[in-house]
């Protein structure tokens, strides 16, 4: 039984154990906390988004160690890699403005453009930028009007080395490419080429870094098909920066990647990509190829559109 002296401790005790048990609530709400650092001070993170070069599988195989290196390289920012399904996908997200960079084909640099993108440096060699066409090696093709009638497969409408320049060499070989052909719209650049080795097109566009891809990959496959045809080369990838990165981390992105080439492993990551180096360019580079587009136009087919 307690005494008077002890419940008058007791009561002095209850406060101290209220305001312990406080101090143990693990709701983050209930009171100020501390940080040792500012609440903004979170490592910014910026997306690398990849046109679909490849589907989005063999993508994140392909450029992850390009994105590794890149998280080696800036500080203290932090890089993701983002694959898209297809190519509409993927122009929707830059136009989006969602990615903070890109890699985008040379028409989708010039949409991208629109969007507040700004080119900081070009992927691979211009002359490794053209389209050319696979048919089978037992399929008997040999000229452009041996088409006629047939279909041709292509991964997108707004694909300029596997669909445009194929196209617009086709219209130079006397092909109405409207008419003469059944164009086949397929996805992917693997797609384009499968199609061909199963029968389901007479020839199939595509350009060199897939295609090499394919032939690491499927050697099989790749030895029943031959490049018959190519086009001219225009001018490569590029890779782009949204207007509101900072100035320090656009400059170092475009150093690492200028740098790659000659850093360990360097030449390793740009063998996975197919990618030769990166090259200096702006957006003043890709002039040549808003003249083609406008050429592409007039002649055979709106780039987007029916």
Known sequence: MLT????????????????????DDPNPSAGPRYRD??????????RLAIHP????????ETYQPLIDYLNRRVPGVHFKLEASRDYQAYEAKFRAREPAF????????LEAMKAGYAVIAMAGDARDFKGIFLVRRDSGIREPAQLKG???????????????????????????????????YVGSQESSIMN???KQSAAGATWPPPWRLFQKDHPREAAALKVIWETPPLINNSVMARDDVPARVCDDVRAALLD??????GQAILAGMGTARFHAADDASYGPVRD????????????EGP
């Open 292 to 303: 083609f587009i406008r050429r592409f136009e007039q002649d055979v087919r709106p780039v």
């Open 196 to 198: 061909v080795y199963l």
């Open 102 to 109: 890109l890699l985008p084909n040379p028409w989708q640099t």
């Open 37 to 46: 650092a500012p609440a903004g001070a979170a490592t910014p993170v910026y």
């Open 53 to 60: 070069l490849h589907n989005p599988r063999k993508l994140s």
């Open 4 to 23: 008077r002296h002890g419940l008058a401790a007791l009561a002095c005790l209850v406060p101290l154990m209220l305001l312990a048990a406080c101090g």
């Open 150 to 184: 047939k279909v041709v497969s292509y991964p997108s409408p707004t694909a300029l080395a596997a669909s445009m320049m194929p196209q617009y060499y086709l219209h130079t070989h006397g092909i109405d490419v409207n008419r003469d052909i059944d164009n086949r």
């Open 260 to 265: 790659l080439a000659a850093e360990p492993g």
